[in-house]
């Protein structure tokens, strides 16, 4: 038993390491997320044997502001073992994590898939690596069946209690079709011949899921690449379309930090037990395959259904957060989702990232860009449009 000098002393002791090494939590905050920069622009994509993936030498892709660049469009990956039983997408006019209710507005929900009431899915494609596959580029996307990981001919809705393993994936878009390909269109340039979808938008928003990760059954093997590895995690919507596992980095807007946020993702076979969030984009970051993690992890726990999501507020803040109570209402007010980020304040890791701001002359672009979709249309009125889609008929011609 500790004497009453020793408790005092080992609570000093327990909690120095508790903070020195990883620590449980059950929210993970991103703080002043989003800054100004740019990424390439995916001027062609072909998968054929000599793997020619060309970006735009004298445009780039800028984006600015809040949780810039994951404001812009984003898909949702799942990697098993994994079932998925709710999936819900909402945006806010406005909401203040760090703030009282009062100054926040109440989400609304804009897609919705729940697995024991199939019908009730909304604004959501199923889609899976089963389309056409080429050395350069990997599979293409394609409709997923109803297991998630076939392919199917049409949009198909998953069946209740899907279990997908070890490596198996599975993506979530809105039911939007993209326009024609077109580095000057939102969808930009994708890969020939996919069933292509847009991402969900929004500065502001919410993604929800309930979920189980069970432990894998299989044996592991060296076949396998992600052996146990859960994940969920949010793309700028523009890489899946194009290329999500090239080899050729030109291929997508992936290596050049078009955006990717791991909301709850085991990064290797030591650390099965826990799920991190991970920032893969250029915000003080060098090396963007590590890309900005925290110690801290959310528990994964492979007996029970799990329930949590993140949260994009409006000043660039990203809460990552599992809770025991929530909702997939169509509406689910500002002060609910309060409650639980300040029920877990005692129980959370914050790291803020640092503020940068890349500097560019915008060679095609009159005037600042205020956002992804002026600055799309600003493009098209530029003179280099006309020139570079020139170009492009030529790349398509050869
Ligand atoms: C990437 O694209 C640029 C510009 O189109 C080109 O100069 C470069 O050779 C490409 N790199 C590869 C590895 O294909
Ligand atoms: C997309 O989903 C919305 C919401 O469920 C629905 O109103 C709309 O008809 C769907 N659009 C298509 C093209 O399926
Ligand atoms: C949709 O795709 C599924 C699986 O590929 C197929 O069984 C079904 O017949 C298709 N339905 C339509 C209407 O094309
Ligand atoms: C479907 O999702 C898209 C992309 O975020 C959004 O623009 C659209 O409003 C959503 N549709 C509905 C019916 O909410
Ligand atoms: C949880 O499941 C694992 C296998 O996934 C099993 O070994 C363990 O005994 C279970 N724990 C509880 C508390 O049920
Ligand atoms: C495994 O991932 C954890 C984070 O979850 C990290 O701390 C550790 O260094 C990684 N180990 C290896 C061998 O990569
Ligand atoms: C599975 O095996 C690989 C080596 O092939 C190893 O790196 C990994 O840690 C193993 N995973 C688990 C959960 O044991
Ligand atoms: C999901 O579907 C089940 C079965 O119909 C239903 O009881 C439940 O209320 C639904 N959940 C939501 C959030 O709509």
């Known amino acids: 038993m500790l004497s009453n000098i020793a408790l005092p002393l080992y609570l000093l002791l327990t909690s120095f390491i508790a903070k020195t090494t990883a620590t449980e939590v059950d929210q993970i905050w991103f703080a002043n997320v989003g800054f100004n920069g740019y990424y390439d622009i995916v001027e062609h994509v072909a998968g054929n044997s000599k793997c020619e993936c060309y970006i735009m030498e004298d445009d780039h892709s800028y984006f600015e502001g809040s949780n810039a660049p994951l404001n812009e469009p984003l898909s949702v990956h799942f990697r098993g073992p994994l079932i998925l039983h709710k999936f819900a997408y909402y945006t806010s006019d406005a909401f203040y994590a760090d703030e009282s209710s009062s100054s926040s507005s109440d989400w609304t929900r804009g897609a919705f898939y729940n697995d024991s009431d199939t019908s009730s899915a909304s604004n959501v494609t199923f889609m899976t ?25 049409n949009a198909t809705i998953l069946t209740e209690d899907t279990l997908i393993k070890s490596d198996d994936e599975f993506i979530i878009f809105s039911n939007i ?73 030109n291929c997508s807007c992936w290596a050049s930090g078009c955006g990717e946020f791991d909301i709850f993702e085991v990064l290797n076979g030591s650390t099965t037990g826990k799920f991190v969030s991970t920032f893969h ?83 095609s672009i009159t005037g600042t860009t205020t956002s992804y979709k002026n600055e799309v249309a600003n493009m098209y009125n530029s003179r280099l449009a006309s020139i570079a889609s020139f170009l492009l008929v030529l790349f398509n011609i050869l």
Request: charged share 20%; net charge negative; hydrophobic share 30%.
């Open 129 to 153: 690596h089963e389309g056409d596959s080429s050395d350069c580029l990997g599979k293409a996307i394609c409709y997923a069946d109803d297991t998630g990981i076939g392919a199917a001919d």
């Open 177 to 249: 079709s993209c326009p024609d390909s077109s580095v000057y269109d939102t969808c930009g340039v994708y890969r020939e011949g996919i069933p292509a979808y847009e991402g969900f938008y929004g500065d502001v928003k919410m993604f929800l899921f309930e979920f189980e990760a069970p432990t894998e059954t299989q044996t592991n093997s060296s076949s396998f690449s992600a052996y146990d590895m859960p994940a969920i995690w949010l793309l700028n919507s523009k890489i899946p379309r194009q290329s999500q596992y090239p080899t050729n980095s």
């Open 281 to 363: 984009t250029f915000q003080g970051v060098s090396n963007i395959e590590t890309g900005l993690t925290q110690d801290a992890y959310i528990a994964r726990e492979t007996n029970s259904t799990m329930v949590g999501g993140v949260v994009f507020d409006t000043n660039g803040n990203t809460i990552t957060f599992m809770t025991d109570s929530l909702t997939f209402d169509d509406s689910i007010s500002a002060s609910d989702i309060l409650d639980i980020i300040k029920d877990n304040d005692d129980d959370e890791s914050v790291k803020t990232l640092s503020s940068v701001s890349v500097t560019y002359t915008a060679t």
